[in-house]
């Protein structure tokens, strides 16, 4: 049984870095072909994909968020972090971090439980 849990800061000031890590149990992030997804709600809105890392360490990320987040791997761990900069109140949202079937294609199987993360100006 795969599991995933989101882990980080649930109060970062606006304009600081915000940084989650999602540890991965039951299965390698390096299998092939999985991906590993961020993807966040804001209040009142709807589910927003940020970015994937493959099997193979590649990374690709949503044209909107693309220059203010990176998405990198421990292996050795099995983890994957988030990186997003220059936060600002409308970054926050509950986070999830969530296994694609495919990277960038097919179902997302299995999610983490989520986390707050609240912007403050």
């Known amino acids: 049984q795969v599991q995933l849990q989101e882990s980080g800061p649930g109060l970062v000031k606006a304009s600081q870095q915000l940084s989650l890590t999602c540890t991965v149990s039951?299965?390698?992030?390096?299998?092939?072909?999985?991906?590993w997804s961020w993807i966040r709600q804001s209040p009142g809105k709807g589910l927003e994909w940020m970015g994937v890392?493959?099997?193979?360490?590649?990374?690709y990320y949503s044209p909107s968020l693309k220059s203010r987040t990176s998405i990198s791997r421990d292996t050795s761990k099995n983890q994957f972090s988030l990186h997003l900069s220059s936060v600002t109140p409308e970054d926050t949202a509950v986070y999830y971090c969530?296994?694609?079937?495919?990277?960038?294609?097919?179902?997302?199987?299995?999610w983490g439980q989520g986390t707050q993360v609240t912007v403050s100006s």
């Open positions: 039951g299965g390698s992030i390096t299998i092939k072909y999985y991906g």
């Open positions: 969530a296994r694609q079937r495919v990277v960038g294609a097919g179902e997302y199987d299995y």
């Open positions: 890392i493959g099997y193979d360490g590649v990374a």
